[in-house]
């Protein structure tokens, strides 16, 4: 399941690749596959299913979960009543990117800072973690909900290894927003109650990527991501979750300058870095 991790460890979404959120720590090692989607029993369907349509190919060819190359941009993570605060910058050397701001609404101590970065130079460089749309099932596209701005296409998810028990369990579903060609926001979501690894069931799993859209000065870039899980490990051990990572001061610090004016400013930086 897609699982973003906290910075040491990867983002919530990235921090080397897509991880979809920190999660909880029994998440890092569980949930490699696809995690989640909404039970939407919304009507309306204007095409047939199994039918992308040129305009969601197109905005899916471009989308990139941890949004554009080349941003900095502020991480605040909330979970638990807990809270942390992070800086990343793309363009500095690998173990430099991030930096821990604050801790728990404070200035970290100098303990918790070489802790943070203990953490960090244990990371593997290089990882990548997988992208929901690289798992979602083309032939079972179903158009959820549609209008004369926005259309929610709601896809199942194939395995993503021989030993996912996850995916079979789980929708996902990407919000178009058609004047600018560009995914607004991906929900994933269980839709009925799983077991990923045979001690531990799942009973809600819920992930929501919020996206803005691209203008004159900026491509579409990550905004919040939200977790919410339910679940219990060897009958016992509540796994109940619910996260929410917010990101904020975004600046571009690649090697070329935003385009400005292009056919679909969700491309801008797509293929700088």
Same mark, same amino acid.
């Given at each position: 399941?897609?699982?973003?991790?906290?910075?040491?460890?990867?983002?919530?979404?990235?921090?080397?690749?897509?991880?979809?959120?920190?999660? /909880?720590?029994?998440? &890092?090692?569980?949930?490699?596959?696809? @995690?989640?989607?909404?039970?939407?029993?919304?009507?309306? %369907? +204007?095409?047939?299913?199994?039918?992308?349509?040129?305009?969601?190919?197109?905005?899916?060819?471009?989308?990139?979960?941890?949004?554009?190359?080349?941003?900095?941009?502020?991480?605040?993570?909330?979970?638990?009543?807990?809270?942390?605060?992070?800086?990343?910058?793309?363009?500095?050397?690998?173990?430099?990117?991030?930096?821990?701001?604050?801790?728990?609404?404070?200035?970290?101590?100098?303990?918790?800072?070489?802790?943070?970065?203990?953490?960090?130079?244990?990371?593997?460089?290089?990882?990548?973690?997988?992208?929901?749309?690289?798992?979602?099932?083309?032939?079972?596209?179903?158009?959820?909900?549609?209008?004369?701005?926005?259309?929610?296409?709601?896809?199942?998810?194939? /395995?993503?290894?021989? &030993?996912?028990?996850?995916?079979?369990? @789980?929708?996902?579903?990407?919000?178009?927003?058609?004047? %600018? +060609?560009?995914?607004?926001?991906?929900?994933?979501?269980?839709?009925?109650?799983?077991?990923?690894?045979?001690?531990?069931?799942?009973?809600?799993?819920?992930?929501?990527?919020?996206?803005?859209?691209?203008?004159?000065?900026?491509?579409?870039?990550?905004?919040?991501?939200?977790?919410?899980?339910?679940?219990?490990?060897?009958?016992?051990?509540?796994?109940?979750?619910?996260?929410?990572?917010?990101?904020?001061?975004?600046?571009?610090?690649?090697?070329?300058?935003?385009?400005?004016?292009?056919?679909?400013?969700?491309?801008?930086?797509?293929?700088?870095?």
């Amino acid at each position: 399941m897609y699982a973003l991790k906290s910075p040491v460890g990867g983002w919530p979404y990235q921090r080397g690749g897509l991880k979809l959120l920190p999660a /909880p720590a029994f998440l &890092d090692g569980m949930l490699r596959h696809p @995690l989640i989607l909404l039970l939407a029993a919304l009507l309306g %369907t +204007s095409l047939p299913a199994g039918t992308v349509p040129p305009e969601l190919d197109r905005a899916l060819k471009l989308f990139r979960a941890e949004g554009a190359r080349g941003w900095a941009f502020v991480q605040t993570t909330e979970s638990g009543g807990e809270n942390m605060v992070e800086h990343y910058v793309p363009a500095k050397p690998e173990f430099s990117r991030w930096t821990l701001l604050k801790k728990e609404n404070r200035q970290p101590t100098p303990a918790e800072l070489k802790e943070y970065q203990d953490r960090l130079s244990r990371r593997t460089s290089g990882s990548t973690a997988p992208n929901v749309k690289d798992q979602i099932d083309l032939a079972s596209c179903e158009c959820i909900h549609a209008d004369e701005t926005r259309a929610a296409y709601c896809f199942h998810l194939l /395995p993503g290894a021989s &030993d996912d028990r996850s995916a079979a369990h @789980l929708t996902a579903t990407f919000t178009l927003h058609k004047p %600018t +060609s560009t995914i607004e926001r991906v929900e994933l979501a269980a839709f009925e109650p799983f077991s990923p690894v045979f001690i531990v069931k799942i009973t809600e799993a819920k992930t929501i990527m919020i996206y803005s859209l691209p203008d004159e000065h900026r491509p579409s870039l990550l905004q919040q991501i939200t977790v919410h899980l339910r679940g219990r490990a060897l009958w016992l051990k509540s796994l109940d979750e619910d996260m929410t990572v917010t990101y904020s001061e975004h600046k571009y610090t690649g090697r070329q300058p935003v385009a400005a004016g292009v056919e679909n400013p969700a491309r801008a930086n797509a293929s700088s870095h």
